[in-house]
């Protein structure tokens, strides 16, 4: 679950954006999902999975990388919560806003 515990160790990030683009907030259940051997989905795969559909939306997006996670494991169904999050950022441009 994101932000379950109230003062936990979580990280900060700042990260300049310029145009647009999607932030992808996801929990430990996709990454560390593992196939029958006991390999684990991982973030490198994550992220490879997520920028193969860099330009669809963001719910095929979601739904496309957890098809492939599930049969990157061998099932039907995750073992742990899966949770995935997407958030759209479009910035506006000083000549966006003067010509509105």
């Known amino acids: 679950m994101l932000g379950l515990i109230e003062n936990g160790?979580?990280?900060?990030?700042e990260c300049p954006l310029a145009g647009s683009g999607t932030f992808?907030?996801?929990?430990?259940?996709?990454i560390e999902s593992t196939e029958p051997a006991g390999e684990e989905f991982?973030?490198?795969r994550l992220a490879a999975a997520i920028g193969a559909r860099i330009g669809l939306p963001t719910e095929e997006i979601f739904d496309?990388?957890?098809a492939e996670a599930r049969r990157f494991c061998g099932a039907d169904s995750f073992t742990?919560?899966?949770?995935?999050?997407?958030?759209?950022?479009?910035?506006?441009?000083?000549?966006?806003?003067?010509?509105?």
């Open 24 to 30: 992808v907030l996801y929990t430990d259940g996709v």
């Open 80 to 100: 742990d919560d899966v949770c995935m999050v997407g958030v759209n950022v479009n910035l506006a441009t000083k000549a966006d806003v003067q010509g509105s």
């Open 64 to 66: 496309e990388t957890l």
């Open 9 to 13: 160790p979580y990280e900060t990030m």
């Open 42 to 44: 991982g973030e490198e």
